[in-house]
């Protein structure tokens, strides 16, 4: 349960980063009229493989902390260290999530309709975008350190 609930959160981690360090900055060097093809197959491609491998991370994570570990009542998510962050941690991923459909997604979806103009900036908007993510993942991962080494 472990290796798969690793498995799916380091897609998902990861594929931001490569989104954010490699994808968005070849994109914005890309020709104008690529870069609408280009965003439009993107963030297709991006909501078939990373929308359910995000989901599965934060269920198996979910699964992870009650079937398959220690919180097994609403006291020991509240009265432990661990259950709190556990609890943070399932917070920070439905909000970093939540960040991703409605913002992140919807200005990559907009560099394929916006004018050849203005798409180096919405590029642009759309990488600051998911930036705000890896402050999600930041936290997360810093829950998950916490977990582990019991404090
Ligand atoms: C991007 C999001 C996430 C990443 C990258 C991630 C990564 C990890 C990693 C690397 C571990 C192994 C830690 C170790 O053994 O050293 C782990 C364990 C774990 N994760 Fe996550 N995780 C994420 C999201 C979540 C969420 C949302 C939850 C809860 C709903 C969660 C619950 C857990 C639990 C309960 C463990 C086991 C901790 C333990 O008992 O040692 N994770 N995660």
Redesign the pocket.
């Known amino acids: 349960m472990?290796g798969l609930?690793?498995f799916f959160?380091?897609f998902?981690?990861g594929g931001t980063l490569f989104a954010n360090f490699v994808v968005g900055p070849a994109a914005a060097r890309s020709l104008p009229a690529s870069q609408a093809d280009f965003g439009a197959q993107i963030g297709i491609q991006a909501d078939r493989v990373i929308r359910p491998v995000a989901t599965l991370?934060?269920i198996l994570?979910?699964l992870?902390?009650t079937v398959w570990?220690p919180i097994h009542s609403a006291g020991d998510v509240f009265n432990s260290s661990y259950g709190r962050w556990?609890f943070i941690?399932?917070l920070l991923?439905i909000a970093t999530f939540s960040w991703a459909e409605l913002r992140t997604a919807p200005a990559a979806r907009a560099i394929a309709t916006v004018p050849d103009a203005e798409r180096p900036a919405q590029i642009q908007r759309t990488i600051r975008d998911a930036m705000v993510e890896l402050v999600g993942?930041a936290g997360?991962?810093s829950m998950?350190v916490l977990?582990?080494f019991g404090i």
């Open positions: 472990q609930h690793m959160a380091i998902w981690f991370a934060i994570g979910f992870r902390g570990g556990w941690a399932l991923a993942f997360i991962l998950m977990m582990r």
